[in-house]
T-cell receptor, first 111, second 116 residues
Framework: EDQVTQSPEALRLQEGESSSLNCSYT??????LFWYRQDPGKGPEFLFT???AGEEKEKERLKATLTKKESFLHITAPKPEDSATYLC????????????FGTGTRLLVSP | EAGVVQSPRYKIIEKKQPVAFWCNPI?????LYWYRQNLGQGPELLIR????????DSQLPKDRFSAERLKGVDSTLKIQPAELGDSAVYLC??????????????FGEGSRLTVL
């Protein structure tokens, strides 16, 4: 069964304090790994798609990387507005190729 | 450009009562998804439509849940009768057909259901 595990569950940073979020996955034939951001009371917002090991994507202070077993979301010099829950999802090459989401990492950036 | 619109935003009902959620996707998006998100969890797919056709409803509890997407645009998700365990946020998302590959789904703000 396809599984996605995110760590840590929650992370508190000071403004400017860089860190990384982890997403480890077990999937039969990865067809894509996706990062989303979710603000309280809102739906998830798409950030990145990664398809193969070694691939990297960047957007402002966020950089996503992918290996054969995990992905990292690096946050450089975060600001309070980066506070949100970050969700990781995978799409497998089986069944209906649906997205399987992890439980997310709640990030709080304090000024 | 308008995003995915869902209603109602909040709904409180007694158990065994029926409830329905409505979704209007982004114009031109022919793929529509219904997800359920429990507190502290990631979204779980209930059903995916390609135009009017339900192409993946394997996770939809068919004894009490039903969905329809008439004319390939708006969609309705119904629960009848509701149970306590159905309390969750019901998210609708849409994408172009390519969204299945790119993973770029556009989510609405969700409908929060509380069953008492």
């Amino acid at each position: 069964e396809d599984q996605v595990t995110q760590s840590p569950e929650a992370l508190r940073l000071q403004e400017g304090e860089s860190s990384s979020l982890n997403c480890s996955y077990t999937v039969s034939g990865l067809r894509g790994l996706f990062w989303y951001r979710q603000d309280p009371g809102k739906g998830p917002e798409f950030l990145f798609t990664l398809y193969s090991a070694g691939e990297e994507k960047e957007k402002e202070r966020l950089k996503a990387t992918l290996t054969k077993k995990e992905s990292f979301l690096h946050i450089t010099a975060p600001k309070p507005e980066d506070s949100a829950t970050y969700l990781c999802a995978v799409r497998a090459n089986t069944g209906f190729q649906k997205l399987v989401f992890g439980t997310g990492t709640r990030l709080l950036v304090s000024p | 450009e308008a995003g995915v619109v869902q209603s109602p935003r909040y709904k409180i009902i007694e158990k065994k009562q029926p409830v329905a959620f409505w979704c209007n996707p982004i114009s031109g998006h022919n793929t529509l998804y219904w997800y359920r998100q429990n507190l502290g969890q990631g979204p779980e797919l209930l059903i995916r439509y390609e135009n009017e056709e339900a192409v993946d409803d394997s996770q939809l509890p068919k004894d009490r849940f039903s969905a329809e997407r008439l004319k390939g645009v708006d969609s309705t998700l119904k629960i009848q009768p509701a149970e306590l365990g159905d309390s969750a946020v019901y998210l609708c998302a849409s994408s172009p057909s390519s969204g299945v590959n790119t993973g770029e789904l556009f989510f609405g703000e969700g409908s929060r259901l509380t069953v008492l």
